[in-house]
């Protein structure tokens, strides 16, 4: 046992850890943990702003179908509209369970395409809306569908699992080096409050960075949450059904 308490150990092992190892560790922690909660907040931004947008082409959609004049093609793109809708509403709730994570970008516009080319193609012109509101159709279709794939691009763009773990083995090993610093007798260190409180504000600082990664992973829930986004998509939806239901598009 050491008369000195382990002193002279802990001098020659100092400048090692406090001059290359602990600057070393630190600094990458950071950088990654900076980098890893930018671009999750970023991502998190990206999908509100397309929701947004989503949710204004769906509202001059559907005011371009209003615009149709009476037809089973009138009738096919309002259903369209609401089960596109319901989509988006389904896409956009719990993100750990959402199937759009594992998805396509297909969608119910690709019937609604086909369907505009219907009316497009009426020889008759009994059915076929007015030339510019059928072009505003076919533009607000393409924005919807750029748009649902920048949002499925963002939804699907997450951290692998090996990225937690080097950030959990970089805060474990800044942990470790705290202990090794800071336990040169272990009565000294077990007894010391200042050293107790320095250690939990360590554990503290780490566990709420990985509350925070974690809560940013999954947009749609927890703290940093866009529900306020989809409640937009609900009135639609219940907007265009109450339309459907009146029955005068027929």
């Not at 630190?26 to 931004?45: E, G």
């Amino acid at each position: 046992v050491p008369v000195d308490g382990g002193a002279y150990q802990a001098r020659i092992i100092a400048p090692a850890i406090n001059g290359i190892i602990v600057p070393a560790i630190s600094i990458l922690f950071a950088t990654l943990t900076s980098n890893t909660v930018s671009t999750l907040r970023q991502r998190q931004i990206d999908i509100h702003t397309n929701l947004n947008s989503e949710a204004g082409d769906l509202r001059v959609l559907s005011m371009l179908v209003d615009a149709y004049p009476k037809s089973e093609q009138k009738a096919r793109c309002r259903e369209y509209l609401n089960q596109y809708t319901c989509r988006l509403i389904a896409e956009s709730e719990d993100s750990k369970t959402s199937k759009v994570m594992f998805g396509s970008t297909d969608s119910e516009m690709n019937g609604f395409v086909a369907t505009l080319n219907e009316l497009a193609v009426d020889m008759n012109g009994n059915i076929s809306p007015p030339d510019v509101v059928l072009s505003q159709s076919y533009g607000a279709v393409v924005r919807l569908n750029t748009i649902r794939s920048s949002r499925i691009t963002a939804l699907q763009s997450t951290y692998p699992s090996l990225h937690y773990g080097i950030l959990s083995l970089l805060a474990s090993s800044i942990c470790l080096a705290f202990l090794l610093e800071t336990n040169q007798e272990l009565l000294i260190f077990l007894n010391a409050i200042q050293l107790r409180i320095l250690w939990t504000m360590l554990i503290g600082s780490i566990s709420a960075l990985s509350v925070v990664c974690w809560d940013l992973s999954f947009p749609f829930t927890g703290s940093y949450v866009i529900s306020n986004a989809v409640d937009q998509l609900k009135t639609i939806r219940d907007a265009i059904r109450a339309v459907t239901s009146n029955g005068d598009y027929k």
